[in-house]
């Protein structure tokens, strides 16, 4: 069982079958409003210029800062009418087959809480300002949306085949932690990065992490860790690039995949394309909690 408060191994009281619970956006405190409004208007001053240009396109199409928590009956109607996505509210981290399952079928699932005032620069658990900031812009482009569907729908097989290990090394480094390489260089897609203030500029411009090309099979075995500033980020030519690479038969790649062995996390292999050679200075020091 984790530490996190907001993980669960049933539905807890009020949840429905499949793990989603109301909103209930009316009981969102004035606090809980500013504490978005705060990291909101944080990351706009970080993320032009950093942000690959179909999460910024996303977050005008939702129009995510009206003031406040967004509320989802008047989020979702527009999110649907792009791409038919919804987002629906969960009580915190679900089981891998619920959060699949909402996937295969266009639903985002998003933590209902939001951080408190002094979690501001980190927060190991998803919030809702992860969740919808940090990743429901991307689902308003048509080719990630598929992307996000195929994922869902490939999760469920993983999981009966016993390669969920490797399958979410692959939303890790895509979803969560992903750079592309836009038309002004490479910019930031992943909601792990773009919800963060301090990563959003660690991941472009640290000297310290590889910034490697993109290559399915590699980035399926390759580790990572939760607790701190990735040491490698994967860079896509595009979003029609990841949707293209991964709409296949995993089959036979998962064959390969049970022989190999994990690729450590700041391995540079002669095979890949190399962005960024990095110095892993940061890790060396110990990490986030380093002087």
Not at 99 to 124: C, V
Not at 217 to 232: A, C, G, N, S
Request: with cysteine; glycine share 8%; aromatic share 12%.
């Amino acid at each position: 069982m984790s530490d996190f408060e907001h993980v669960f191994e049933a539905p807890p009281e009020g949840a429905a079958a499949d793990w989603t619970i109301p909103q209930n956006w009316s009981a969102y405190t004035a606090v809980e409003h500013s504490t978005w409004d705060t990291l909101y208007a944080r990351q706009m001053k970080i993320l032009p210029g950093r942000a690959a240009d179909v999460f910024l396109k996303g977050l005008t199409a939702l129009d995510l800062n009206t003031g406040g928590i967004p509320d989802f009956e008047t989020m979702n109607p527009k999110l649907q009418a792009l791409t038919g996505w919804t987002v629906v509210c969960v009580p915190g981290l679900v089981p891998d087959e619920v959060f699949f399952d909402h996937l295969a079928n266009r639903r985002f699932p998003s933590g209902q809480f939001i951080r408190k005032p002094d979690q501001l620069d980190y927060l190991q658990e998803p919030d809702i300002f992860h969740d919808v900031f940090g990743h429901v812009p991307m689902l308003t482009d048509p080719d990630f949306a598929a992307y996000m569907e195929a994922y869902g729908k490939g999760g469920q097989r993983a999981a009966s085949l016993g390669m969920l290990q490797n399958l979410a090394r692959l939303y890790w480094y895509t979803v969560e932690f992903g750079l592309m390489q836009d038309t002004d260089g490479l910019r930031i897609y992943g909601a792990g990065i773009v919800s963060s203030a301090t990563e959003s500029v660690f991941a472009l411009e640290d000297p310290s992490p590889n910034r490697l090309g993109f290559d399915l099979e590699r980035v399926m075995r390759t580790l990572y860790r939760i607790d701190d500033f990735q040491q490698v980020y994967f860079v896509i030519d595009s979003i029609d690039q990841l949707k293209r690479d991964t709409l296949q038969d995993f089959g036979p790649i998962y064959d390969r995949l049970k022989g190999a062995e994990d690729i450590p996390i700041d391995a540079i292999l002669p095979t890949d394309r190399v962005f960024t050679r990095g110095t892993q200075a940061y890790a060396a020091r110990g990490g986030r909690f380093a002087a």
